[in-house]
C-alpha cells in the first residue's frame, strides 16, 4: 500500500466521516449533499494533480493531463447532478454526464501513449490523435444515448464501453510502472496505477452490483475512494520513489509500444461506429493510419539522427575533433592490406608533444586543451594528400598515415609538421621558448603479416627523437 503523510490520511478520513454524516443526517437532503461530495472529490483529486504538475518535473505534463482527466469527471458528476436533481431526469444514463465521463479517458490515454521523454512535434501528433479520439467517442457515445438519456439496451452498451474503457486505463498503467524505473515518472504511474485499480473496482462494482441503486446511498462513499486516494498520492509523495531493476528490453518494448495505443484505440472505436456513423468510421480509420506513419517517419528521422551522432562520437576525439584510434587502427588495417598487395610503401609517424605534462602543470589543463587543439590543427594543416589521414592516438600523441609513400617523403612530412608545430604561437612551459613535437617516422616498402610491427619501429624512432633532444624526426625503417 501506498503510504500517505499523517495529516492528508487525517483529512481523508474526515472527509468520508463527513460524507457518511451528511447521508445519514438528512435522509431528504442525501442525494443532492451526496452528489456534492462526489462532484468535490474529484476536483480535489484534479486541484492536487494541477499542483504537483507546477514542480516542472520530468512527470509535469502527466500531472497535467490527470489534473484534466479528473476535472472531466467532477464535470460528469456535475452534469449528473443538474439533470437528476435539477431537472428531475431520473434516467440512470443523462446523456452529457455520460459524454464527460468518456471523455475523461482521452487525456489518460494520452498519457499512457505518449512517452514523456519525446520530442514535441510527437507529442503534438499524439495530442491530435488524443482530440479526434474524443470527439469519435462523442459519436459512439450519443449512438447510445441522447441528451436526455439511455434506453435499456444503451445503458448496457455504455456499461461494457466503461468496462473496457477502465480495464484498458488500469492494464496500460501498470505496464507502464513496470517499465519505469525511477525518478518522478515513476512515482507518477505509481500513484496513476493505484488509482486505476481502486477506480476500476469501483466503477464495475457501481455498474454491475448496484447498478439501478439511485444517488444519496452509503455505496457513493466508495466512489470517494479512487479521487481521495489519488489526492493523497499528488499531495503526499514529495519523496522519491525507490528506484525498481527494470530489464532494459521492457523499456525500450513499452517505449517502442506506447505510442501504438492511440492509433489502436482510435481504429478500435471507429470499428465500433462503423455500422451506424460510416463516414466517420472511415475518417477514424483513415487519421489513425496517417497519424501513426507520420510519427513512426518521424521518429525514424530522429533515430537515424542519433546514431549518426553516436558514429561520430564512436570514430572521432571529442577535443580536437580529429579520428580517434579506434578509427586510426581500422585505417591502419586497410592501409596495410593496401600495401601487402601493391608494395608501394607506407609511412606511419608517431608525434609526441615535448614536455607536455608542464604545459599543465604550469598554464593549467584547460591551457593545455587549448594547445593540443592548436598542434591538432597544426598538424593537420600539413597534409595535402587525400589518401593521408591524422589521428589522435592518445594522450598528447598523434599520428599519422601515409600510404604510398618513400622514406624521403616520410620523413620531410614530419619535418614539415615539426616545423608547423614550433612555428605556432602557443604558450610553453617555462624551461621552453616554445611548444615542439618530436617525431618518429616508421617505413615499411614490402608489408608481412603484422601491422603492429610498423608501429613498433615508429614508436623506437619516437624514442630516439625524445633522447635525442627532442623538436626533431627520426626514421626506423621495418
Ligand atoms: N590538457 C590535457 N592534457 C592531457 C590530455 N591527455 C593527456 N594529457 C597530459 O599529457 C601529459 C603527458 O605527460 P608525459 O607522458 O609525462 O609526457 P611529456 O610531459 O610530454 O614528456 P615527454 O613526452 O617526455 O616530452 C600528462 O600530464 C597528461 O595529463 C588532454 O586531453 N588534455
Redesign the pocket.
Same mark, same amino acid.
Given at each position: 500500500m501506498p503510504r500517505l503523510r499523517a495529516p492528508f490520511s487525517s483529512f481523508l478520513l474526515l472527509y468520508v466521516l463527513c460524507h457518511a454524516l451528511a447521508l445519514w443526517i438528512d435522509r431528504g437532503a442525501a442525494k443532492p449533499l451526496s452528489y456534492a461530495f462526489l462532484s468535490a472529490t474529484p476536483l480535489l483529486a484534479g486541484v492536487a494533480c494541477f499542483l504537483r504538475s507546477r514542480r516542472r518535473d520530468a512527470a509535469a505534463g502527466n500531472w497535467l493531463a490527470l489534473a484534466l482527466a479528473m476535472l472531466l469527471w467532477a464535470g460528469g458528476m456535475f452534469a449528473g447532478m443538474w439533470q437528476d436533481v435539477i431537472q428531475q431526469n431520473s434516467n440512470v444514463a443523462p446523456g452529457l454526464s455520460m459524454l464527460l465521463y468518456v471523455l475523461y479517458g482521452v487525456p489518460l490515454t494520452f498519457i499512457l501513449a505518449s512517452p514523456g521523454k519525446d520530442a514535441w512535434w510527437l507529442r503534438l501528433i499524439d495530442g491530435v490523435l488524443a482530440a479526434v479520439l474524443g470527439y469519435l467517442f462523442f459519436v459512439q457515445t450519443f449512438s447510445f444515448a441522447t441528451m436526455h438519456g439511455a434506453d435499456a439496451q444503451g445503458v448496457v452498451n455504455l456499461r461494457l464501453m466503461f468496462d473496457i474503457e477502465n480495464i484498458y486505463i488500469a492494464a496500460f498503467a501498470l505496464i507502464r510502472l513496470a517499465a519505469t524505473g525511477g525518478g518522478e515518472s515513476r512515482m507518477f504511474f505509481k500513484a496513476l496505477s493505484w488509482y486505476a485499480c481502486v477506480y476500476l473496482a469501483v466503477a464495475a462494482f457501481n455498474n454491475h452490483f448496484d447498478a439501478d441503486v439511485d444517488f444519496g446511498t452509503p455505496v457513493d462513499l466508495l466512489i470517494d475512494l479512487p479521487f481521495l486516494l489519488l489526492f493523497g498520492l499528488a499531495c503526499s509523495w514529495h519523496k522519491a520513489a525507490r528506484p525498481a531493476v527494470v530489464p532494459a528490453r521492457l523499456v525500450w518494448a513499452v517505449r517502442a509500444g506506447s505510442p501504438l495505443l492511440l492509433p489502436a484505440s482510435l481504429l478500435a472505436v471507429s470499428a465500433a461506429i462503423l455500422h451506424g456513423e460510416p463516414r466517420h468510421a472511415v475518417a477514424g480509420f483513415a487519421i489513425a493510419a496517417l497519424g501513426y506513419g507520420l510519427r513512426s517517419i518521424l521518429a525514424q528521422v530522429g533515430a537515424f539522427e542519433e546514431r549518426a551522432q553516436l558514429n561520430e562520437l564512436a570514430l572521432h576525439d571529442p =577535443?580536437t575533433g580529429l579520428a580517434n584510434r579506434r578509427q586510426f587502427e581500422a585505417s591502419l588495417r586497410r592501409a596495410w592490406q593496401r600495401v601487402r598487395r601493391r608494395d608501394d610503401g607506407l609511412a606511419l609517424l608517431l608525434i +609526441? %608533444? +615535448? #614536455?607536455? *605534462?608542464? %604545459?599543465? +602543470?604550469s598554464l593549467? #589543463?584547460?591551457?593545455? +586543451?587549448r594547445? =593540443?587543439r592548436a598542434v591538432a590543427g597544426a598538424l593537420s594543416a600539413c597534409l595535402n594528400r587525400g589518401g593521408d589521414s591524422l589521428a589522435r592516438y592518445?594522450? $598528447? $600523441?598523434f599520428v599519422a598515415i601515409l600510404p604510398v609513400a618513400t622514406p624521403e617523403s616520410a620523413r620531410m612530412m614530419g619535418e614539415a609538421m615539426r616545423a608547423a608545430v614550433a612555428a605556432l604561437r602557443m604558450p610553453a612551459?617555462e624551461a621552453e621558448t616554445r611548444l615542439t613535437v618530436?617525431i618518429g617516422v616508421g617505413f615499411v616498402q614490402q608489408a608481412g603479416d603484422q601491422d603492429a610491427s610498423l608501429l613498433a619501429v615508429a614508436d623506437a624512432a619516437l624514442y630516439r627523437a *625524445?633522447h635525442a633532444g627532442?623538436n626533431r624526426v627520426e626514421l626506423g625503417m621495418l
Open positions: =577535443l +609526441d %608533444v +615535448d #614536455h607536455f *605534462k608542464q %604545459v599543465n +602543470d593549467g #589543463h584547460q591551457a593545455g +586543451d594547445c =593540443l592518445g594522450g $598528447e $600523441e612551459p618530436s *625524445k627532442r
